[in-house]
C-alpha cells in the first residue's frame, strides 16, 4: 500500500497497518457482494493454467468455456457447470493446410469454430466440432511482405469478433512506437475480413486518437480495446482516454466515462526511455484495460487498472499481479452506475469475460496464494444483484 505524507503525520504506525488490513477485507468485500457463483475447471496434467486462448459459448442452455490447449494441439470444450471437458476437439495442425502455432479462436457455436495464426489472417480455418475443415481463408497476398503481416491479438480484452459476416481483428504496431512521428492517424489498429468478398479492409475510426499523437508513450499500453453491441454500435476504449469513442452508422461520439480511481492527468514521456523507465510507468499509471458488452443485461464493463509499486529487480509479472482493479459498469447509453474495486493478487484480469451469468473472473494470478494447478476457478459476478444500482 501507497502512504501519503499526511497519513503518517496523523496516524499512528500501528493504526496504519490496521487500517491497510481494515481497507483489504472492505475491497473483498465489497466485490464478493456482486458474487453470483463460480466455476472449477478440473485440468490435467497436459492443460496450463494460464488459459490464454479462450471463448465464451452458450448453447442449449449450457455455458461453455473453450480453450486451445497448445501442448496437445486441441480445443477443449469446458462445461461451466460440471467444470469438465465434454470434447476435445484436435484441429489441423500439420502444414500446409493446418495452423502450426495458434494465435486465437473465436467459437460461433460448437460446429462453427475459427483457429487463427500470428501475423497473418491468411491460412485462419473454419472448423466443427468434430475438428473436420470447413473452410480455410486465404484472402490476397500482399507483394510487400512488411505489408502482410497483421500483427492481431485475437485473446482477452482484443478478442476477434464476427460481426455481419466479418472478422474484426485487433492489431497491434510493429513499428517503433518511440518515435513520436509514428505515432499518428495514419496507423489503424482495427483490420476488417469480409468473409464474402474475401478481402481486408481497415476500419476508419481505429487511428490513434488526438491526444496520442506525436508522444512518447509506454510500450505496452500502445491498444486499444473494443466491443460491438446488439444495436451495431462499435465502441473503443483507449488507455489512457477518460472517454469512450463510440461509431454508430459511421457517425462518431465520444462518451465521458471516466474511473473515479485515476486522479492524475496521463502524461507521456519527455524523451526515450530506457527498459526500466518504460516498465516503471506501465507499473505505476492508472489505466483503462478492458471494455466488454453484456448482452444478457445490455451493459457494458470497463476496467481499470489502479497504480501500482514500482521496484527496481522486481518481476514485471508479479508486480503487475498485485494491483487493484475495479469494474465501471455502464447502462447501454453508456452511462456510468457504479464502479465496483476488487483486491489484487487474486483475478486475472486479463482472462476476463462475459457470460450468461454475468462478469467472469478468473483466479488464476501468478500471486494467487490459493492457486493450484490442477483446478481454475473463476469468479463470477452480477452487477445488476445489487439493489441500489438502477
Given amino acids: 500500500m501507497k502512504f501519503y505524507p499526511y497519513q503518517v503525520i496523523l496516524f499512528s504506525l500501528l493504526f496504519l497497518i490496521v ?3 481494515d481497507e483489504k477485507l472492505s475491497l473483498t468485500k465489497e466485490s464478493n457482494h456482486y458474487m453470483v457463483g463460480e466455476a472449477n475447471l478440473k485440468l490435467d496434467d497436459s492443460t496450463a493454467i494460464d488459459f490464454m486462448r479462450i471463448s465464451y459459448l452458450e448453447e442449449n442452455q449450457n455455458e461453455f468455456l473453450l480453450h486451445q490447449n497448445e501442448y496437445k494441439k486441441t480445443i477443449q470444450i469446458f462445461n461451466l457447470e460440471s467444470g469438465r471437458v465434454e470434447n476435445e476437439i484436435k484441429y489441423p495442425s500439420k502444414e500446409p493446410l493446418g495452423v ?3 494465435q486465437g479462436i473465436t467459437a460461433l457455436n460448437l460446429d462453427s469454430i475459427f483457429i487463427f495464426m500470428p501475423l497473418s489472417i491468411r491460412g485462419s480455418l473454419l472448423i466443427n466440432r468434430q475438428g473436420e475443415l470447413i473452410n480455410r481463408y486465404m484472402p490476397s497476398k500482399e507483394e510487400d ?9 485475437s485473446f482477452g480484452a482484443m478478442p476477434t469478433i464476427y460481426d455481419k459476416d466479418k472478422l474484426r481483428f485487433i492489431q497491434l504496431p510493429l513499428f517503433e512506437v518511440t518515435n513520436p512521428s509514428n505515432i499518428n492517424e495514419k496507423y489503424k489498429f482495427e483490420i476488417i475480413y469480409d468473409l464474402n468478398t ?3 479492409s481497415e476500419a476508419p475510426n481505429s487511428g490513434f486518437p488526438e491526444f496520442y499523437q506525436n508522444k512518447i508513450w509506454p510500450s505496452q499500453d500502445i491498444s486499444i480495446s473494443r466491443t460491438i453491441d446488439k444495436y451495431g454500435r462499435i465502441i473503443y476504449s483507449w488507455r489512457f482516454l477518460d472517454s469512450l ?6 457517425l462518431i461520439e465520444k462518451k465521458y466515462a471516466k474511473s473515479d ?7 507521456p514521456f519527455r524523451q526515450i526511455p530506457n527498459r526500466e523507465q518504460d516498465m516503471e510507468k506501465i507499473i505505476e499509471t492508472a489505466k483503462y484495460y ?10 457494458f464493463y470497463r476496467t481499470v487498472q489502479h497504480p501500482g509499486i514500482f521496484e527496481k529487480g522486481g518481476i514485471p509479472k508479479e508486480m503487475d499481479g498485485v494491483r487493484k482493479f475495479s469494474v465501471i459498469v455502464l447502462d447501454k447509453d453508456l452511462n456510468v452506475i457504479n464502479e465496483i474495486i476488487f483486491p489484487g493478487g487474486i483475478y486475472n484480469i486479463y482472462r476476463a469475460f462475459v457470460g450468461k451469468r454475468g462478469f467472469y473472473l478468473p483466479k488464476n494470478n501468478v500471486m494467487n496464494p490459493t492457486l493450484k494447478e490442477d483446478i481454475l476457478s473463476i469468479d463470477i459476478f452480477d452487477f445488476t444483484s445489487n439493489e441500489n444500482i438502477n
Fill in 290 to 299: 478492458g471494455i466488454y458488452y453484456d448482452k444478457y443485461r445490455d451493459l
Fill in 145 to 153: 511482405f512488411e505489408k502482410s503481416l497483421i500483427n492481431h491479438i
Fill in 245 to 250: 469513442i463510440v461509431e454508430n452508422n459511421g
Fill in 198 to 200: 474475401n478481402e481486408i
Fill in 19 to 21: 487500517g491497510c488490513t
Fill in 100 to 102: 502450426r502455432v495458434v
Fill in 261 to 267: 480511481f485515476i486522479k492524475n492527468d496521463f502524461l
